[in-house]
């Protein structure tokens, strides 16, 4: 059974990088079937993707946030990574990692979501 | 403001059915077959309940059922329960510069 686990600081400086990893077992992370994702939900509000990462390095970023977000694999690990740069309080959010399923698009596992604060 | 566009309440009493639409564009849900919906209980993660615009995965009951026309698609909920309060969001493929494209979230309750 597919399971993915958020880890990473729940505290970050306005300026700063909020970085994020997600552990997946039962699944191999190079699985070409596969395209893991990162998705945040602020307090209160809709859920936002922010990018997805397949095996090969391909990767794919929300536009308004293209331009400080990076996403890696670590196969060794059978981890993905999420990079934010320049973080401000708006980037406050529960952050989930989930797979995404090629063939047909939908998102059918999740990891359980971990809180980031952006406070000084 | 999000890409696709849902209602942000709808509400029954048990036992009757909701419809949720999820509105978007040809670039999204009108382009593809690739609109999924989500629940999302109080402090819990997302959970898919429809796929591939009409597909339940295992163990989603059959009272939830999804459908699309043009750029709009919906979730029916009939037979509502208690425990179908909650949020529903949908999703979509929107291409590869909008891998995936969500709706606003709609509440659902339940009298």
């Known amino acids: 059974q597919l399971q993915l686990q958020e880890s990473g600081p729940g505290l970050v400086k306005p300026s700063e990088t909020l970085s994020l990893s997600c552990t997946v077992s039962g699944a191999s992370i190079n699985s070409n079937e596969n395209c893991w994702v990162w998705i945040r939900q602020s307090p209160g509000k809709g859920l936002e993707w922010i990018g997805s990462v397949r095996s090969g390095g391909r990767t794919y970023y929300n536009p308004s946030l293209k331009s400080r977000v990076t996403t890696s694999i670590d196969t060794p690990r059978n981890q993905f990574s999420l990079n934010l740069r320049s973080v401000t309080a708006a980037d406050t959010a529960v952050y989930f990692c989930?797979?995404?399923?090629?063939?047909?698009?939908?998102?059918?596992?999740w990891g359980q979501g971990t809180l980031v604060s952006v406070s000084s | 403001q999000s890409a696709l566009t849902q209602p942000p309440s709808a509400s029954g009493s048990p036992g009757q059915s909701v419809t949720i639409s999820c509105t978007g564009t040809s670039s999204d849900v009108g382009g593809y077959n690739f609109v999924s919906w989500y629940q999302q209980h109080p402090d819990k993660a997302p959970k898919l309940i429809i796929y591939g615009v009409t597909k339940r995965p295992s163990g989603v009951p059959d009272r939830f059922s999804g459908s699309k026309s043009g750029n709009t698609a919906s979730l029916t909920v009939s037979g509502l329960q208690a425990e179908d309060e909650a949020d529903y969001y949908c999703?979509?493929?929107?291409?590869?510069?909008?891998?995936?494209?969500f709706g606003g979230g709609t509440k659902v309750t339940v009298l």
């Open positions: 989930a797979r995404l399923a090629v063939a047909t698009r939908e998102i059918d596992s």
């Open positions: 999703s979509s493929y929107g291409g590869s510069d909008n891998f995936v494209v």
